[in-house]
């Protein structure tokens, strides 16, 4: 089954930094670009960032960029995010989510998702 | 950046009934480049329409996508006890990619 797993969501402190992972099962990641979309309570999807399966094009929203790094590494085939300088609106449930195709791409993968909450 | 707007925010009906949902952006989409995807509470999302109207593998043929330009809808033929959840639209023909505030098909 195609899957994709995230984790390290957690309770951190505004100006804080995580590290979220995510492990994909049932496809080699490394053939696949990927993306992170994050869901504030009770607000829509927004999208993230963006990976290349090379890892050699990366692309980040506005509201994020400067604070989070996407990498992967495609050894362990896994994804990941480091958020510093934490903010209470990335207060969200972040999802990583399989690109149909390059960046200008549907999502036909998606993980549940793992809770960050920003809050002192 | 282009905004997705959903209506209604809220669509009451009964199994059995058709839905139609509404996605219209802020400006033209390059050559149909919109998703529609369904999520239930605790969930992943799911994958329906890619490029305004291809079904996704697995999807049933009562989901149907249409639309051009800056309008496009989501239909539902015959609602199933499963198909009622939040869906979302999202385009990919431009930077950045963007994703609408969402519907959510209730049961009436």
């Known amino acids: 089954e195609v899957q994709l797993v995230e984790s390290g969501g957690g309770l951190v402190q505004p100006g804080g930094s995580l590290r979220l992972s995510c492990a994909a099962s049932?496809?080699?990641?490394?053939?696949?670009?990927m993306n992170w979309v994050r869901q504030a309570p009770g607000k829509g999807l927004e999208w993230v960032s963006y990976?290349?399966?090379?890892?050699?094009?990366?692309y980040y929203a506005d509201s994020v960029k400067g604070r989070f790094t996407i990498s992967r590494d495609n050894a362990k085939n896994s994804l990941y995010l480091q958020m510093n300088s934490l903010r209470a609106e990335d207060t969200a449930v972040y999802s990583c989510?399989?690109?149909?195709?390059?960046?200008?791409?549907?999502?036909?993968?998606w993980g549940n998702g793992t809770t960050v909450t920003v809050s002192s | 950046e282009i905004v997705l707007t959903q209506s209604p925010g809220t669509l009451s009906l009964s199994p059995g009934e058709r839905a139609t949902l509404s996605c219209r952006a802020s400006?033209?989409?390059?050559?149909?480049?919109l998703a529609w995807y369904q999520r239930k509470p605790g969930q992943a999302p799911r994958l329906l329409i890619y490029?305004?109207?291809s079904r996704a593998t697995g999807i049933p043929d009562r989901f149907s996508g249409s639309g051009s330009g800056t309008d496009f809808t989501l239909t539902i033929s015959r609602l199933e006890p499963e198909d009622f959840a939040v869906y979302y639209c999202?385009?990919?023909?431009?930077?950045?990619?963007?994703f609408g505030g969402g519907t959510k098909v209730e049961i009436k």
């Open positions: 400006q033209s989409v390059t050559s149909s480049y």
């Open positions: 049932g496809f080699t990641l490394t053939s696949y670009d």
């Open positions: 999202q385009h990919y023909g431009g930077s950045p990619l963007t």
């Open positions: 990976i290349s399966s090379s890892g050699r094009t990366i």
């Open positions: 490029d305004a109207s």
């Open positions: 989510a399989r690109s149909g195709g390059g960046y200008y791409s549907y999502m036909d993968v």
